[in-house]
């Protein structure tokens, strides 16, 4: 008789976005005449991009000719895309990383949940709290995490880093050995960042330590501070200690068009293995590469004109993020992010728990959000809310909580 | 000190068609004024049809409109697809198969490789020899195989179940105890296939000692003849014991598109745990969804016309798998399958290993295939040809080979 993998078994309940999913529905059924206006889920609003538009177009149209048409894609992807990211995303920016360092998916989430497989399975694993779910439950399969005790919300195995208004949102050093530590910034849920010497403190860290940083940089396009680093390749030595994961979802809105990319160094090795060489052979045996056209699209976002069209895009998220933080701010809530990221972190007021204020939202001002807790104990007592509505939709939201 | 996924260091070599690539890149360097033709790796050549590509373009300018932009997509895929599937791949052929036991995917690769997640790893896994190598080297890198000896070319741990000239192509049923028996039927690479008689002795057998069946139906399109099965669920029992994948790749030439499905029906439970849940779960926590435009394509695979365009597709391959057959059967040659998938596969004459044969024919006629051996020890004095190519290159090459 053959025997499943237990370490399913061990994930609590259902996704939190689906359970938020059940109890917005269960309010629209039971206030059928009510606007609910979601600003939970972190998926965009605005439409792809003309000149990205006009891209795949292009590459539909190949796709029907013999003579254009393109099969197998490489496994790591097309040159055209490599040379482009690693031009734009890191050499403009002082950070030396070559096209063939870069290795395209279909999307940071896959690439988040897999990069795990590489390690071994008595890794310990260390992330910050709160944090994106993915993380923590790709380990917990992989039978990394211990126990799930719902009294606590906390994993028996898992190395919890709190990142909260006590500490102003940076965390501190792991002081329990560890082995594999994920970071995103700027961050999801908090929408808050360390700064370019902050980071260099956990390279030297890991360096020191011999741990490896996974570094989630999926929000890199929201940062508008200049002390704020767009990669972790910015910092000294991170080449040595660092994997980090982009997406396309949020700069260029392509949450439904699926591409991001991972960035694993050559040389980066552990006892002389070379954690590229792994990623390579990952990539070979269990992926066939993104789309043609998909990835023809990934090009155009790195276009004169295609970068102009996204920073709009982006500008009209962050627009967004002010109204939302600058308006709850006002009416006397606690309110963190939106400044380097689409994502606005409240404290929960009069001590509510993240639910009860999920509850009293929607049921006070038809507004959806997400709750805290949902992204690690130390989420308790803060919501989330992004930017990524439409304005109109936005600025109902903020003006429906006043009203509440 | 972090500490890698040891397993990765047993695979041996390199990937079977970097070889060859390298290989061909050399005799090409070598003889700049020769031409070659590639029978070798499973790409499809004609562009995609004309009906899919009009659904493309629908899509993309959908995705350009704030009225019809599509973002996140349902994680198991959209509703127009899984029902398109469950009626035109199940209910038409008599399979009880319901849209929600469809997971769409990015592909049958990347499902063939991720699958095995959900057991335990002490799991033992059986293999028909040859075999497509995914289903062996993602179960390597989950520490299921044991170890590789080179001399014979076997795992320690796996079970293999010869499906050679001498058996006809029908391979025994496992007289070892085994967990998880992966089918690929119609076979890549052997071409040839079961009847549903014989498919069904497997199914029970499965159901009799609690084996689970992962079967790979990537080559359905090709069936011509009228005993052989469409889908495992044709059997009696099979959704008591068996997950099914499919791909897009070689029925309507997604090579490049990039997508797939698997079936896991809502009766599959090990020990009162669904396993359709355990994939919903996964699903939900390592992937994304695919592409909407993509999955748009997917649905106009089954629309009438495309229907009607992807027959002839099928018949053009089918009608090169005819040409290789009879032309080498011709010269004198020992081929199999090439009636019921685009796969030829002939002895080496001779006695010579696969290896030595490829030589000869690179050298010989300038022609690429697959060496047997690559794709498993039973593969050895075998070797592969694809109808995949276009007709001109397809009776070039048989020419070449006559002459050589």
Redesign the interface.
């Known amino acids: 008789?053959?025997?499943?993998?237990?370490n399913?078994?061990k994930?609590p309940g259902s996704?939190l976005f689906?359970t938020i999913a059940k109890k917005v529905a269960e309010f629209e059924k039971q206030n059928p005449d009510r606007k609910v206006i979601r600003l939970g889920?972190g998926?965009?609003?605005?439409?792809?991009a003309?000149s990205i538009?006009s891209a795949?177009?292009t590459a539909?149209?190949e796709?029907?000719?013999?003579e254009t048409?393109?099969?197998?894609?490489p496994d790591l992807g097309y040159s055209f895309l490599r040379e482009a990211i690693a031009e734009s995303d890191y050499r403009q920016r002082g950070a030396d990383i070559s096209p063939d360092e870069i290795f395209v998916s279909?999307?940071a989430?896959?690439d988040s949940?897999?990069i795990q497989?590489?390690?071994?399975?008595?890794?310990k694993i260390a992330v910050t709290d709160p944090v994106y779910?993915?993380y923590v439950?790709?380990n917990v399969?992989a039978g990394r995490c211990g126990d799930y005790d719902a009294a606590s919300g906390k994993w028996s195995d898992l190395l919890y880093l709190p990142t909260t208004a006590d500490n102003n949102f940076v965390p501190e050093l792991p002081d329990r050995e560890c082995?594999?530590i994920y970071l995103c910034l700027p961050n999801n849920p908090t929408g808050t960042t360390l700064t370019r010497d902050q980071l260099q403190k956990w390279v030297d860290f890991a360096n020191e330590?011999?741990?490896?940083i996974i570094y989630d940089g999926a929000y890199e396009a929201y940062i508008s501070e200049e002390d704020v680093p767009h990669t972790i390749y910015e910092c000294n030595g991170a080449k040595n200690c660092a994997i980090e994961i982009k997406s396309f979802s949020k700069n260029a809105?392509f949450?439904?068009?699926?591409l991001g990319y991972t960035v694993v160094p050559k040389e980066l090795k552990?006892?002389g293995?070379s954690?590229h060489d792994?990623w390579a052979?990952?990539h070979?045996?269990?992926?066939?590469?993104?789309?043609?056209?998909?990835q023809r699209a990934g090009e155009a976002v790195y276009s004169a004109q295609g970068k102009k069209e996204l920073k709009e895009q982006v500008a009209y998220y962050m627009e967004n993020a002010r109204l939302i933080r600058e308006g709850l701010t006002g009416m006397g809530y606690d309110c963190y992010g939106g400044v380097n990221a689409p994502y606005i972190w409240m404290k929960t007021p009069d001590n509510m728990t993240s639910w009860d204020f999920f509850d009293r939202l929607l049921e006070g001002a038809g507004v959806v959000g997400t709750p805290g807790s949902g992204f690690g104990p130390s989420g308790e007592g803060y919501f989330r809310l992004t930017a990524f509505g439409?304005r109109s939709n936005t600025e109902a939201a903020i003006e429906a909580i006043r009203k509440m």
């Not at 998926?43 to 792809?48: E, G």
């Not at 796709?63 to 013999?66: D, N, Q, S, V, Y």
């Not at 497989?117 to 890794?123: G, I, P, Q, V």
């Not at 070979?284 to 789309?291: H, L, M, Q």
């Open positions: 008789m053959y025997r499943i993998n237990a399913y078994g994930l996704y689906s889920i998926d965009v609003t605005q439409p792809i003309p538009i795949m177009h539909v149209d796709m029907g000719l013999a048409f393109h099969g197998y894609a279909d999307g989430k896959s949940g897999n497989e590489l390690f071994s399975a008595d890794c779910p993915v439950d790709s399969m082995d594999v330590k011999g741990c490896l809105g949450t439904g068009v699926r552990c006892e293995v954690l792994m052979r990952r070979g045996t269990k992926f066939n590469g993104a789309p043609y056209i998909i439409q």
